[in-house]
């Protein structure tokens, strides 16, 4: 197994430039999500998916849309990008239910936008 | 919605002593806590977890502690290395929401 696949690594786009930040996992799990992490406020949650066809406001969606046809892949897209996007994005994965083994997370993205 | 609170923001320890972090929710519904560590350029990663059936769960020289009462968990390491520096994440989430809520993170030092 893969695992969680975070693509691209690292992406430095313009301000009012859109893109999708590809997040695909290989383990046949049914919770996925989507935070950002900047500096000393932690990991804050965007969108989050229960299953495909599924997906839910996190702590901090506005200016970020999700999508979640399939089980295996859950991407987020920037709808007009901000300097305030700026920042590491992580997904995550974990299996159904009751969250047993909690979320394995991606290698994350590192977005800059100038 | 949920709110996680966690403290120390950080915390700097000689090598073989204890650490504690503390985390508060606000969510009474809340009854899964899991714990990440998270190394410096890399990714956030599960290093104990507890469900809120349950007051205290050990694993070597990590242990997690469960107040429901007063909706507080925290992290003890024992016998602290050089290795275990790292930023620490606690997190609550409630049932099969599939949302699972983050503290804002503790910077562990471990001096030598």
């Known amino acids: 197994n893969a695992g969680v696949t975070q693509t691209p690594k690292f992406q430095v786009l313009k301000t009012g430039q859109s893109m999708t930040l590809q997040c695909a996992q290989d383990?046949?799990?049914?919770?996925m999500s989507w935070y950002r992490q900047d500096p000393g406020m932690g990991l804050r949650l965007i969108h989050y998916?229960?299953?495909?066809?599924?997906?839910d406001q996190g702590e901090v969606p506005n200016g970020y849309n999700v999508s979640r046809s399939t089980t295996e892949d859950f991407p987020l897209r920037l709808l007009s990008a901000a300097p305030s996007q700026t920042s590491v994005y992580f997904c995550?994965?974990?299996?159904?239910?009751?969250?047993?083994?909690?979320?394995?997370f991606g290698s994350g993205t590192r977005l800059t936008v100038v | 919605g949920e709110n996680v609170e966690q403290h120390p923001s950080t915390l700097s320890v000689q090598e073989g002593d204890s650490a504690v972090i503390k985390c508060t929710y606000s969510?009474?519904?809340?009854?899964?806590f899991p714990w990440y560590k998270q190394e410096l350029g890399k990714r956030p990663q599960l290093i104990i977890d507890i469900r809120s059936n349950v007051g205290e769960k050990k694993d070597q020289r990590i242990a997690v502690t469960l107040n429901k009462t007063a909706k507080h968990f925290s992290l003890h390491i024992t016998e602290t290395q050089p290795e275990d520096s790292a930023v620490y994440f606690c997190?609550?989430?409630?049932?099969?929401?599939?949302?699972?809520?983050f503290g804002q993170g503790t910077t562990l030092q471990v001096k030598p």
């Open positions: 969510d009474s519904a809340s009854n899964y």
């Open positions: 998916s229960v299953g495909a066809g599924i997906t």
């Open positions: 995550a994965s974990s299996p159904t239910g009751s969250l047993n083994y909690g979320y394995t």
């Open positions: 997190a609550a989430s409630t049932g099969n929401t599939g949302k699972l809520i």
């Open positions: 383990m046949n799990h049914e919770y």
